[in-house]
């Protein structure tokens, strides 16, 4: 039989850890839109993509980088696969030759009419309003903010 453990333990207590909340919500996430995204062909982390591009087509790869918190290690190769997919391109700036901007194809821009059911989709499956979500996602982003600031 399992031992309880002293009291003065309880902040280590797993359902006392933010983190584990927080990990644990974004794998049942991660899970919700699986089979919402494989009808379009696409991984959560490409819908990322798309939707920063669909917000904001011709961005340059470090600004999508920074939108999406991702480094250049592992945004590169889901750029190579989203290109060879045909929904983008990446193309040297004229201005400056350091900067590549990314651009969606027209397959790119198509993919957005399909997606737009997805966000409802999520809704209903949190039981949750529009308005609830967005004050759910400033939380948490103004938790990885202070938390980056932090580590920095």
């Known amino acids: 039989m399992p031992r309880k453990s002293n009291p003065s333990d309880a902040a280590l207590l797993l359902d006392h850890q933010l983190c584990f909340a927080l990990y644990s919500a974004s794998l049942a996430m991660t899970k919700l839109y699986k089979p919402l995204l494989a009808p379009l062909g696409l991984t959560y982390p490409q819908y990322l993509g798309l939707l920063c591009l669909w917000e904001s087509d011709g961005m340059t790869v470090s600004h999508l980088g920074e939108r999406l918190q991702l480094d250049s290690g592992t945004l590169t190769p889901l750029l190579k696969r989203m290109e060879a997919a045909g929904w983008l391109t990446r193309e040297r700036s004229a201005e400056d030759e350091r900067r590549v901007l990314v651009w969606l194809t027209p397959a790119g821009q198509a993919l957005k ?8 989709c999520v809704l209903q ?3 949750c309003s529009l308005s609830d979500i ?3 996602s400033a939380q948490v982003r103004a938790l990885r903010d202070r938390v980056l600031a932090h580590s920095r």
């Open 134 to 136: 967005q004050a759910l």
């Open 113 to 120: 009419q399909q997606a737009r059911a997805i966000p409802q």
């Open 125 to 127: 499956a949190a039981e």
